[in-house]
């Protein structure tokens, strides 16, 4: 079965950049979503078909898809974007999630 | 702006069937997909499947054999069985909108936690 592979954690210090990759088998040949989870609630759509943005989602997050590995990055990280992100995609029509990565703002 | 709300017991004794639905508020079930989604308690994500309003089904293939999705649109929500349950699928279990267009879950429910024990 596929697998989408994440690192388990990410820290970054308010205002700077973190970076989350996720990877699969030729995963840029299939479009990639991002979904943030906050403790105690249901996931968010924060980016999807690789590199857009739902209405609402702050400008800085921005993601890209290449090769086997996709990247969410979040520039200039607030507190309030501490939560587990999970990538998810589509292979022969079965929905796969990441292992997600719980980020740290400290 | 649509809600889903999922509802049934929150325990279910080994070997018996888990059930679970959910229901549509502010927008028909008439159109996109429905779908479940669980997550172990300090888990990930795990897709459980889709139904569309027709009746058409996709199931995940670890879960296949255990798992049957109905719809009921008289009454705009959708059910999830899962039969022969054991600990393993103690989780949250989640209802979401998968856009037909788009491929991603864009509305969630709260979740309900559905513990198995004896």
């Known amino acids: 079965s596929y697998e989408l592979t994440q690192p388990p954690s990410v820290s970054v210090s308010p205002g700077q950049t973190a970076s989350i990759t996720c990877s699969g088998d030729?995963?840029?040949?299939?479009?990639v979503y991002w979904y943030q989870q906050r403790p105690g609630r249901p996931p968010l759509l924060v980016i999807y078909e690789d590199k857009k943005r739902p209405s609402g989602i702050p400008v800085r997050f921005s993601a890209s898809n290449s090769g086997n590995t996709a990247t969410l990055t979040i520039s200039g990280a607030q507190t309030m974007d501490e939560a587990d992100y999970y990538c998810q995609a589509w292979d022969s029509n079965t929905g796969v999630f990441g292992t997600g990565t719980k980020v740290t703002v400290l | 702006q649509v809600q889903l709300q999922e509802s049934g017991p929150g325990l279910v004794k080994p070997s018996e069937t888990l059930s679970l639905t959910c229901t549509v508020s502010g927008g028909s079930i008439n159109s996109h997909y429905w779908s479940w989604i669980r997550q172990p308690p300090g888990k990930g994500l795990e897709w459980i499947g889709h139904i569309y309003y027709s009746g058409s089904t996709n199931y995940n293939p670890s879960l296949k054999s255990r798992v049957t999705m109905s719809v009921d649109t008289s009454n705009n929500q959708f059910s999830l069985k899962v039969n022969s349950v054991a600990a393993a699928d103690t989780a949250v279990y989640y209802c979401?909108?998968?856009?037909?267009?788009?491929?991603?879950?864009?509305?969630w429910g709260q979740g309900a936690l559905v513990s198995v024990s004896s």
């Open positions: 979401a909108r998968m856009s037909a267009y788009n491929s991603y879950f864009d509305s």
């Open positions: 030729t995963l840029a040949e299939k479009y």
